[in-house]
């Protein structure tokens, strides 16, 4: 059983451009919502997490959307740069067990 | 800058040999993941410890692989006998609540 569905499975974009990834959960127990950016060859780095009662967080060129009712959230990276290209996963967890439950990965390719 | 270590980094051996993973997590975080990752299947939870402590390993198969904590500065997984089907890159993650940091991986190749 997926808990966590991501989309899409790949994204090609121009330098400047916004890419989006989308992801939904099923689990409503889950209460902390990460992302996080994996370059060839490196391990998976956090970039940016978000907890349900927010809507919306910013880091700098990333900014997580979420809605509670639909039980969803999404990555916008803003003027994306060819050094934004990575896969990036999302990912949901809930308090006690911390262990997180991992959508598949989106690869991301932004062209110069 | 602490960082979660992984050794080796790149190991390829041969069916049926036994294969040991090392993992140095973050010092004073008392949570330690393993996960494994393949093209097919993504990122999947091996086995997972708190306070060195086995919470969870049922993402694993129990009957080649086991993973251990001898001391809080070191984890490992095992596999024994490998099996082709074991090539994969092998990911360490330390934490404690709920953000985690990743070590560099173990990437296996099972001939």
């Known amino acids: 059983q997926q808990q966590v569905k991501q989309s899409p499975q790949s994204l090609i974009v121009q330098k400047g451009g916004i890419p989006i990834i989308n992801c939904a959960y099923e689990?409503?127990?889950?209460?902390?919502f990460p992302w996080y950016q994996q370059f060839p060859g490196k391990g998976p780095a956090l970039l940016i997490a978000?907890?349900?009662?927010?809507s919306e967080k910013k880091e700098g060129r990333f900014t997580i959307s979420f809605n509670k009712s639909a039980k969803q959230f999404s990555l916008h990276i803003m003027d994306s740069q060819p050094g934004d290209s990575a896969t990036y996963f999302c990912a949901a967890s809930k308090g006690g067990s911390y262990i997180p439950t991992f959508g598949r990965g989106t690869s991301l390719i932004v062209h110069p | 800058d602490a960082r979660v270590t992984q050794t080796p980094r790149h190991k390829v051996t041969e069916m049926g040999q036994e294969v040991t993973m090392r993992c140095q997590p973050i010092?004073?975080?008392?949570?330690v993941f393993w996960y494994r990752q393949t093209m097919m299947q993504g990122l999947e939870l091996l086995a997972y410890f708190r306070n060195r402590a086995p919470l969870d390993d049922s993402g694993m198969p129990k009957d080649r692989f086991s993973a251990e904590m001898p001391d809080a500065t070191l984890a490992t997984l095992k596999i024994q006998p490998s099996e082709p089907r074991d090539s994969a890159v092998y990911f360490c993650?330390?934490?404690?609540?709920?953000?985690?940091?990743f070590g560099p991986g173990t990437r296996l190749t099972v001939t």
């Open positions: 993650a330390s934490g404690l609540g709920y953000e985690q940091y």
């Open positions: 978000i907890r349900p009662d927010v």
């Open positions: 689990n409503t127990a889950f209460d902390y």
């Open positions: 010092l004073g975080h008392n949570t």
